[in-house]
């Protein structure tokens, strides 16, 4: 059970990168322009969040017990969540005008 669960952490932290990628490739119009304000606003305020979450993820799936009791369970769902909803948001408000 616990190898199915650093599984699904390992997916959802990877969504997050692919989320991320493709907030950088919308907001520069997949490297055809430079970023406007509103893009910008959206790296900052959803983009700066993510990243943080996604480095403490991956050091907790690497470096630390996790998933061995309810304690070590309740962190990892926690940020998974907030992952999955600030990709959620990243991915929805970004435009593919200009591709």
Aim: glycine residues 10%; aromatic residues 12%; hydrophobic residues 60%.
């Amino acid at each position: 059970m616990q190898k199915i669960l650093k599984i699904a952490y390992g997916a959802v932290l990877t969504f997050g990168v692919l989320a991320l990628v493709w907030m950088v490739i919308g907001a520069t119009g997949a490297f055809q322009g430079a970023i406007d304000l509103v893009e910008t606003i959206i790296l900052i305020v959803i983009g700066s969040p993510l990243i943080g979450l996604i480095i403490i993820g991956l050091y907790n799936l690497f470096y630390t017990r996790v998933f061995t009791d309810w304690l070590r369970t309740l962190a990892p769902v926690i940020i998974s969540v907030i992952i999955l909803l600030l990709s959620f948001i990243g991915v929805s408000s970004m435009s593919t005008m200009g591709w």
